[in-house]
């Protein structure tokens, strides 16, 4: 089964500790395109058992009415907690199942074959959290694993991992930023970026999403509500872009209607590929007023 992504529209995505209930029934009024719920980091050892079935409650009261992914982040393959909250999770159907440092696709395949036994019509997609140097190394083969629709940058494991002070700019993982979009890209899957942790800092956070478009991400984790709005807006073609798109699709219907495959539009040469181009932004324009209005 290759899995087919069903959101086309991850303009941010949030993080929800799934040992807090508050939070989690504030997630879904919230206008974030997706939640991942978590069991990992952001949850204490000893209030695992109750963060599964919190997350449970949750998935099953979104179930219906909920317009964005709901994804429940698994604890590490590592530990002896995943297995238990799969077995717990996959009831309430989540759209896909998040796990931490995949650095091959052997985990992918071992939380895979647990899903099938678990839960054999209950498969839904995997998101690989790419958040260590092996994982960046090995991300083109754990992007192509057919279960895979999303990657998951963990900017912040990453920087750790490669020494890295904390850097505005990101120049240090730069070069981790770029491998793992390639690798997402070449496998035909969607990529996120990693959260910014300061939620006291408005100009940082937008500094960081603008950074994460131009590299080409598809929109970015958020931890906090006051990060969603601005990623929404930033990861979101802008009006006049999808202005522009329109009057190059005009242009190029034109042309070919008069047997031509080439036209000029604001001094732009006009091929085949940017009226795709200009197709794709249009539709990801339309689907964000869509989920905007909801
Ligand atoms: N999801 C849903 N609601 C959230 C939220 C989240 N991630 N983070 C904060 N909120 C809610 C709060 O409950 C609060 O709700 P209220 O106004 O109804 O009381 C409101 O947003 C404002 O929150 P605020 O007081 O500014 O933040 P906080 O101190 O309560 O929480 C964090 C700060 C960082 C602890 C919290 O944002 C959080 O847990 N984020 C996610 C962390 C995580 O999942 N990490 C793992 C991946 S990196
Ligand atoms: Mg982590």
Known sequence: MTAQPRFH????????????????????????????????????????????HNILATLHATRDHYPGARVVRVNGIHTDLWRDDLAVVLAGRPDAIALSKV????????????????APDGMCALWPMIESPLGVLQAHAIATHPLVSMVVMGTSDLGRALGLPGDPERIGLRHALQQTLMAARAAGRGILDGVFVNIRDPEGFLAECHDGARLGFDGKTVIHPAQIEPANRIFLPSDADAETARRILDAWNQARARGEEICVVDGKLVERLHADQANQCLSRWKNAQKRDED
């Open 9 to 52: 529209l991850l303009r941010s995505v949030l993080y929800v500790p799934g040992s807090n209930p508050k939070t989690l029934a504030k997630a879904p009024t919230l206008p974030a395109d997706g939640l991942i719920l978590d069991l990992e980091d952001s949850v204490a050892p000893e209030a695992k058992i109750q963060a599964r």
């Open 103 to 118: 650095e091959s696709p052997a985990s992918l395949e071992r939380l895979a074959a647990a899903m099938r036994e678990i």
